[in-house]
């Protein structure tokens, strides 16, 4: 497990500011005191699962004053001032009052391994044994009929109440007859449509539930396509990657205990708290991108010095995810650290656009962040290979770019 004060101090320093302060003290103190009434409700209510959270914690060698550095983090993180820490470790041992049905569809079921396969599990990754899954593929010991059983039973014990996790996504092509579920052969639309109909709130989870992934690469031939593009007239809370980290995962509920509301999100329905980054900005490699040095080839003086990979075809300057921060693997690393391009797997239409080893300048495709990517050689190799330039020049270089891209577009 990772050193919890080294993730406290590396979290809320990325994130403390980006916490609006434009919002007031006033906005804060007024939510503080709603989160307050919201956990005072929901204790009120009977535990859904018979687990003590603080027990699940200590089992795996996890103490109290661990527990509250976690929780100082994950507040940092769900970008709330940090006097929303208290109530922060009170929503973790309430969140088996929330009812969760999570559903797998046209999947690998690449995120539920996400969850199970913890060696040494962090506290995001023992929280899901105290969320009250009411019904999960992978996890139930139930099948057959008494597996439908046991979801139609949920879903009507806790109607208006549940959240709907949706991993993998829906095949539409030849009347969805690609996927179909249960005795009855439902289909997968009909299905999600079914029991999203009485949720709170849907939540897809990975590249495939939230934009189609790789399913819906090209020719895809089974229609697939994401949630959002099925569910109508319901909160929706996108969780892409592949796989999603768990940390965002229990980020947004963790959100919807303490608030009973679902965090607020981006143009493409991912919460700001995770996918309000460029991995770009936050790359520990990206002093190497400021100064002009590439790794040109795999093997060489440059990849054996962690210099930066996007002249390798890594796509940072155009994804947004939390992944250099949060990592995956127990928080051990994530794949640039481990010398590998980030492939912009939480980003539509990936697979097409964005997984192969060549830089989006050398691309006939307009990335959707601006300037950076397209002028990354001509700074790098030209006003940067000169180390005494640095940082500055390149961050006045670089917004330059953007004013001219902006303002070319305008004209347009």
């Not at 039973?153 to 996504?169: P, Q």
């Not at 997968?188 to 109909?197: G, P």
């Not at 143009?267 to 790359?283: E, Q, T, V, W």
Request: net charge negative; with cysteine.
């Amino acid at each position: 497990m990772i050193d919890s004060q080294e993730m406290v101090k590396k979290v809320f320093t990325q994130n403390s500011a980006r916490i609006d302060t434009n919002k007031g003290d006033a906005y804060y103190n007024s939510l503080f005191e709603k989160a307050k009434s919201r956990l005072a409700a929901l204790r009120k209510q009977p535990a859904l699962k018979d687990i003590d959270l603080m027990e699940v914690v200590e089992s795996e060698g996890v103490n109290r004053r661990d527990f509250m550095k976690w929780a100082s983090a994950t507040t940092a993180t769900l970008m709330l001032p940090p006097m929303f820490t208290p109530l922060v470790a009170e929503a973790t041992e309430l969140m088996n009052r929330v009812p969760v049905v999570w559903i797998e569809l046209q999947d690998c079921a690449g995120n539920s391994e996400a969850i199970l396969r913890s060696a040494t599990p962090t506290v995001d990754d023992l929280l899901f044994d105290v969320l009250s899954l009411e019904y999960h593929h992978t996890l139930q010991a139930a099948s057959g009929h008494q597996a439908e059983h046991q979801l139609e039973d949920a879903i009507h014990t806790f109607k208006g109440k549940y959240l709907l996790f949706v991993e993998g996504a829906i095949p539409k092509a030849m009347n969805g007859q690609y996927g179909t579920i249960g005795p009855g052969g439902e289909t997968f639309e009909d299905n999600l449509k079914r029991l999203s109909k009485d949720a709170a709130a849907v939540v897809a989870v990975g590249t495939c539930a939230t934009f189609g992934g790789i399913p819906a690469a090209a020719p895809n031939p089974t229609g697939a396509v994401g949630v959002m593009d099925i569910v109508k007239g319901k909160p929706i809370i996108n969780i892409p990657a592949c796989p999603a980290n768990p940390a965002n995962m229990v980020g947004v509920v963790l959100h919807y205990v303490l608030t009973g509301q679902i965090p607020e999100l981006d143009s493409l329905l991912r919460p700001k708290f995770a996918f309000g980054y460029r991995i770009h900005d936050n790359c520990e490699r990206r002093a190497h991108f400021d100064a002009g040095e590439y790794v040109e080839e795999w093997g060489d003086d440059g990849a054996k010095n962690n210099w930066c990979l996007y002249k390798m075809g890594c796509k940072g300057p155009m994804t947004f995810n939390n992944c250099s921060i949060i990592r995956y693997n127990e928080g051990a690393n994530w794949p640039i650290g481990v010398g590998r391009g980030c492939i912009g797997c939480s980003e539509p239409d990936f697979w097409d656009k964005y997984a192969y080893e060549r830089p989006m300048a050398d691309a006939n495709i307009k990335a959707p962040t601006g300037g950076v990517e397209k002028t990354v050689d001509e700074f790098g190799l030209g006003l940067l290979t000169a180390t005494s330039i640095g940082i500055g020049v390149h961050a006045v270089a670089s917004a330059v770019a953007g004013k001219r891209t902006v303002h070319s577009e305008d004209e347009e």
